[in-house]
């Protein structure tokens, strides 16, 4: 049973508008969420967080909102640009009862066009 | 620093032969993580250790499957013997026990 969910495999969005990606979770334990980017022949690097005593957390163009009574966060890349082409992975964990590993999503393919 | 350091990148070998990966995690670095990536299930947690301690193995889909950290700078998984299925992105990362992990650069089974 998959923990975290993205139900969309690939995006694509114009440069210059915004890209938003999904992300469902099922454990309500969850207190803290990520999101990984991946280029290929890469490995995932950390792109932003937010805990759950937050609803957004903003760090230049990438913004994560989170909606607790829905489980669900979404990442919102505004603008996009062709270099933010990339997979993109939610991942989620349990902080206040001491480090759990990450339980990653599926990832998301976005592709940004020129 | 490096960052996380993973070898060999790329790994083509025939069924039924060892195959054994390594990952030399960054300094000072008290978490290491062994990570699966295939289209199918995304990336699956298969072990990680705390301060060379295995904690949890149940993601090591077979007993075909090990891991070991003798030291705090290396790591290695095996697969012995190996099979087609286990063909897919193998990944190390490491934490210094906050949630952010770092990855490697991976390395790409390929098994005939």
């Known amino acids: 049973d998959q923990q975290v969910k993205q139900n969309s495999p690939s995006l694509s969005v114009q440069e210059g508008r915004i890209s938003i990606l999904n992300c469902d979770y099922t454990n309500s334990m969850f207190d803290y969420f990520l999101w990984y980017k991946k280029y290929p022949a890469e490995g995932p690097t950390f792109l932003i967080s937010i805990s759950s005593i937050k609803d957004k957390n903003e760090d230049g163009r990438f913004t994560v909102f989170l909606n607790k009574s829905a489980k669900h966060l979404s990442l919102h890349i505004v603008p996009s640009q062709p270099g933010d082409s990339a997979v993109y992975f939610c991942?989620?964990?349990?902080?206040?009862?001491?480090?759990?590993?990450?339980?990653f999503g599926k990832g998301t393919r976005l592709s940004v066009i020129a | 620093d490096a960052g996380v350091i993973q070898s060999p990148r790329h790994e083509v070998t025939e069924m039924g032969q060892e195959v054994t990966l390594r990952c030399k995690p960054i300094s000072g670095h008290d978490y290491l993580f062994w990570y699966r990536q295939t289209m199918m299930r995304g990336l699956e947690l298969l072990i990680y250790?705390?301060?060379?301690?295995?904690?949890?193995d149940s993601g090591m889909p077979e007993d075909r499957f090990s891991a070991k950290m003798p030291n705090a700078s290396f790591s290695t998984l095996k697969i012995q013997p190996s099979e087609p299925r286990d063909s897919a992105v193998y990944f190390c990362?490491?934490?210094?026990?906050?949630?952010?992990?770092?990855f490697g650069p991976g390395t790409r089974l390929t098994v005939l």
């Open positions: 990362a490491s934490t210094p026990g906050y949630n952010e992990q770092f």
């Open positions: 250790f705390n301060n060379n301690v295995p904690i949890d």
């Open positions: 991942a989620a964990s349990i902080r206040n009862s001491g480090n759990t590993p990450l339980v």
